[in-house]
């Protein structure tokens, strides 16, 4: 599965724009970009999946440039509910089916101040 | 409520002891993994499973076995609890061919060994 990188921690304000990015240099052709959150004491809970260009939904936008090669997750307007734990991970589902497991990174602390 | 149902939430082992950590979905997914989060480390893959009957190890699977004689089943088995096994344990399963929606964790089980 491809590695990822994603900034350790992140800081925003109540009401802004949140972008986390993700690295993934070593995307294969079938690979998925999926995202998911975490709260403390909870088990994560997927966001969005995309392939390429843009996916968008209730809870959040993905944005993924044609070489693959990295991608960003958009939180639009944050609340101090945001603050979570995000984790982008690649690979794992190839055209909606899954390969059996995830591995995920470090993930990327987000904490929105009010 | 359809989910992904861990039990117990809370457990303390003393070194040495056994204990099973108990999974179950109502979703009938195929798809089933144990993983576990220590402190400010993300998510570990201990074992998986792509249908009734059949398993395979992640990348920490020492000291844990699991089986999986059941769609709706898969529970994690501590053979023998040593302190480095302290940790919060979740459980997740997915559908197969709608690998796009992604992965349904349980709300986690608390281990400490002493």
């Known amino acids: 599965l491809a590695k990822t990188t994603q900034p350790i921690s992140m800081d925003s304000y109540e009401g802004q724009e949140v972008n986390i990015t993700c690295s993934h240099n070593n995307i294969a052709t079938n690979d998925y970009i999926t995202w998911y959150q975490q709260f403390p004491s909870q088990g994560p809970r997927f966001i969005i999946q995309g392939y390429k260009t843009k996916v968008t939904n209730e809870v959040a936008s993905l944005f993924i440039p044609a070489d693959r090669k990295s991608s960003t997750l958009s939180l639009p307007r944050v609340s101090l509910s945001d603050t979570a734990v995000y984790y982008c991970?690649?690979?794992?589902?190839?055209?909606?089916?899954?390969?059996?497991?995830?591995?995920f990174g470090q993930g990327t602390i987000l904490t929105v101040h009010p | 409520n359809a989910g992904v149902t861990q039990t117990p939430k809370f457990q303390v082992l003393k070194t040495g002891q056994s204990m099973t950590l108990q999974c179950a979905q109502d979703?009938?997914?195929?798809?089933m993994s144990w993983y576990r989060q220590d402190p400010g480390m993300g998510l570990r893959l201990i074992h998986y499973?792509?249908?009734?009957?059949?398993?395979d190890q992640g990348e920490v699977p020492n000291g844990y076995n699991v089986s999986r004689s059941t769609t709706e089943d898969f529970p994690l088995r501590l053979l023998s609890a040593a302190p480095s096994q302290t940790s919060v344990y979740f459980c997740a399963s997915s559908y197969r061919d709608r690998g796009s929606l992604g992965y349904t964790f349980g709300s986690g089980t608390r281990l400490t060994v002493v």
């Open positions: 499973s792509v249908g009734a009957g059949i398993t």
């Open positions: 991970l690649v690979g794992a589902f190839a055209g909606g089916t899954s390969y059996g497991k995830l591995t």
């Open positions: 979703m009938n997914h195929e798809y």
